[in-house]
C-alpha cells in the first residue's frame, strides 16, 4: 500500500504564526485527507479534497492539492498552542478506499 | 456526526495473556473497519481489513493467528492480541467506514495503549 509523506517531520512556531506541512504521495488517488492527533489519543478528521479540487478551506486551515506534482499542503493561519499536535496526511490508492498515512509532522506552538 | 467508541483506552496486561479491544460504531452501520497500529513517534500502520460477516484480511507481515479480528456485526469489531508479549506494546486505532456515507466516510476510535509486562 502506499503511504504519503509529510515533510517536515518537526516545526517549531510561535503563536500567532502561520505553520505549513506538506504531503506527498506515489500513484493516483481517490482523496487526500488531513488528521491532527494530540500525544497518546486518536486521530481526529480536519478537512478531506477530492481528486478533482484544488484548494479547500475550513477555518484556519487552507489545504491545497496538485495531483500533476502528487502533493498536498496544509496551512494553519495564527496559529494557537492548542495547535500543537502531530498532523497526519492520508491517501488511499485508485482502487482500495483504504487510507493509508504518512510518518507525519510534529507541530509545536509556543505561547 | 458518526463516532466510533473504542474501549479500553489503556489495559495492562502481563506477559502471555490476552487482550481484547472494542470498536463500536454508535450512529452509523460500519461496513468495513480498518485496525491500525501506532508506534511512539510512528505513522499508522494498517493492519487489517475487516468486512462484516467476513474473515479479515491481514497485511503482509501480521500474524493473523496473534492478531484475531472478528466483526460479527454491523456496529461491533474487536481486535483480540493473543499470547501478548512486550514487543506488542503499542497503540491501536480502529477506523469505520459507513456504506451510508460512501467511500469518503471514515471514523476513527480514540485508540487504545496496550502495555504489556
Known amino acids: ?111 | 456526526g458518526a463516532v466510533v467508541s473504542q474501549h479500553p483506552s489503556r489495559v495492562i496486561c502481563k506477559s502471555g495473556t490476552s487482550v481484547k479491544i472494542e470498536c463500536r460504531s454508535l450512529d452509523f452501520q460500519a461496513t468495513t473497519m480498518f485496525w491500525y497500529r501506532q508506534f511512539p513517534k510512528q505513522s499508522l500502520m494498517l493492519m487489517a481489513t475487516s468486512n462484516e460477516g467476513s474473515k479479515a484480511t491481514y497485511e503482509q507481515g501480521v500474524e493473523k493467528d496473534k492478531f484475531l479480528i472478528n466483526h460479527a456485526s454491523l456496529t461491533l469489531s474487536t481486535l483480540t492480541v493473543t499470547s501478548a508479549h512486550p514487543e506488542d506494546s503499542s497503540f491501536y486505532i480502529c477506523s469505520a467506514r459507513s456504506r451510508d456515507r460512501g467511500y469518503y466516510g471514515y471514523t476513527f476510535g480514540s485508540g487504545t495503549r496496550l502495555t504489556v509486562v
Open chain 1, 1 to 111: 500500500s502506499q503511504q504519503g509523506e509529510e515533510d517536515p517531520q518537526a516545526l517549531s512556531i510561535q503563536e500567532g504564526e502561520n505553520a505549513t506541512m506538506n504531503c506527498s504521495y506515489k500513484t493516483s488517488i481517490n482523496n487526500l485527507q488531513w488528521y491532527r492527533q494530540n500525544s497518546g489519543r486518536g486521530l481526529v478528521h480536519l478537512i478531506l479534497i477530492r481528486s478533482n479540487e484544488r484548494e479547500k478551506h475550513s477555518g484556519r486551515l487552507r489545504v491545497t492539492l496538485d495531483t500533476s506534482k502528487k502533493s498536498s499542503s496544509l496551512l494553519i493561519t495564527a496559529s494557537r498552542a492548542a495547535d500543537t499536535a502531530s498532523y497526519f496526511c492520508a491517501t488511499d490508492d485508485g482502487g482500495s478506499y483504504i487510507p493509508t498515512f504518512g510518518r507525519g509532522t510534529s507541530l509545536i506552538v509556543h505561547p
